[in-house]
Nanobody, 127 residues
Framework: EVQLVESGGGLVQAGGSLRLSCVAS????????IGWFRQAPGKEREGVSC????????YYADSVKGRFTISDDNSKNTVYLQMNDVAPEDTAVYYC????????????????????WGQGTQVTVSS
């Protein structure tokens, strides 16, 4: 059974940093991409970042480029999202998801390609 567990969320002041973790079990990263998505209150869920084990490709939404960094540690089946210089508009529930055979090199993150999701971790940025 595929399971994804996020952690690392919390309350942080604007300009601060957080590191989110996504620990996967029940599958190996070799044939998957791991994506980070977020959903703010009253808004649709949006793609934030993605990393693919197939080719090492990465994706960042324009709103987080230069501030967020995605990385993985295959030995730990873990993907990280380092969030720097956070802003109040980054406040959301952050989810990680696994997408089989997905390359992250497109200019858009296709949510329908991700079929296993974690429960989410809340990130709140105070101004």
């Amino acid at each position: 059974e595929v399971q994804l567990v996020e952690s690392g969320g919390g309350l942080v002041q604007a300009g601060g940093s957080l590191r989110l973790s996504c620990v996967a079990s029940g599958f190996t990263f070799d044939d998957y991409a791991i994506g980070w998505f977020r959903q703010a209150p009253g808004k649709e869920r949006e793609g934030v970042s993605c990393i693919s084990s197939l080719d090492g490709s990465k994706y960042y939404a324009d709103s987080v480029k230069g501030r967020f960094t995605i990385s993985d540690d295959n030995s730990k089946n873990t993907v990280y999202l380092q969030m720097n210089d956070v802003a109040p508009e980054d406040t959301a529930v952050y989810y990680c998801a696994a997408g089989p055979h997905y390359h992250c090199g497109d200019s858009y993150l296709y949510q329908y390609r991700f079929d296993s999701w974690g429960q989410g971790t809340q990130v709140t940025v105070s101004s």
